[in-house]
């Protein structure tokens, strides 16, 4: 139902074709090439490499959460789970006031610090006393999430010239969901077996988790060094 409302809303939206290009569509158009001239600028450059390396940590999340907390005696794990999207939503109504307040570099690193405290809360939780601390780790989705991809996303969109937004939203989808996250799949397979057990948890979940940990915690600081926030100006 949300989806067909969704559909018939859509076609109400005004008419927006594309923009035409002088002399035509040229196939780095097509393939997005033009884009990767914003490598050339050290503070874009910057942001590419922290949130690729990022995205490997990340992918540590979506891969072995559900397993993790099965492992652990939870019950309901896929309605507990919800709980991220839901601060998702919450966080990305406040985004605005935040932004605003903030600018993009502290926006990026609380992303990034909520990634690395994410994991240290699944490290040390369980579904005893410290139950809250799997709880917290789930609703941090909100801040882990909008605060890194959705920040990102308007970064690109003020940096890169209007033609080639779509290009540049696209590489920066490619370099994170795609090749980090692709990268952050294979090694948090590569951790998860390494990291077995016997026992009626098969995994020393604390030792795993403090390996993303670490890594955020890693890309955390060389992106507090290096990227300047002052430097990167806004493309019209």
């Known amino acids: 139902m949300a989806s067909a409302a969704l559909g018939l ?15 035509g569509i040229k196939a780095r158009d097509v393939l997005g090439l033009d884009a990767l001239a914003l490598m050339k600028d050290r ?21 072995l959460t559900a397993t993790f907390l099965t492992e652990v005696g939870m019950t309901s794990v896929e309605s507990k789970m919800t709980l991220g ?14 932004f605003a307040r ?3 570099k502290k926006m990026l690193l609380i992303g990034m610090l909520a990634w690395t405290l994410r994991y240290v809360l699944f490290a040390y939780g369980n579904t005893g006393p410290l139950v809250w601390m799997l709880y917290a780790g789930i609703i941090l989705h909100g801040i882990c999430y909008d605060f890194f991809f959705v920040t990102g996303q308007i970064y690109v969109d003020k940096r890169a010239p209007a033609a080639i937004r779509g290009a540049a939203q696209g590489f920066i989808a490619f370099v994170t969901l795609g090749v980090g996250m692709f990268i952050g799949s294979y090694l948090s397979g590569l951790v998860a077996n390494a990291y077995r057990v016997e026992g009626a948890v098969p995994h020393d979940w604390t030792a795993l988790w403090l390996v993303p940990a670490a890594m955020a915690g890693a890309v955390l600081l060389l992106f507090a060094a290096a990227f300047n926030e002052r430097q990167s100006g806004e493309a019209k």
């Open 85 to 98: 999207q839901v601060s998702e939503i919450g966080f990305l109504l406040v985004m605005p006031f935040v």
């Open 102 to 104: 903030l600018g993009i």
């Open 43 to 63: 503070t874009f450059f910057v942001f590419v490499l922290g949130s690729f390396l990022v995205s490997i940590p990340l992918q540590f999340y979506y891969a």
């Open 9 to 23: 809303y859509s076609l109400t939206l005004p008419h927006t074709p594309p923009t035409r290009r002088a002399g």
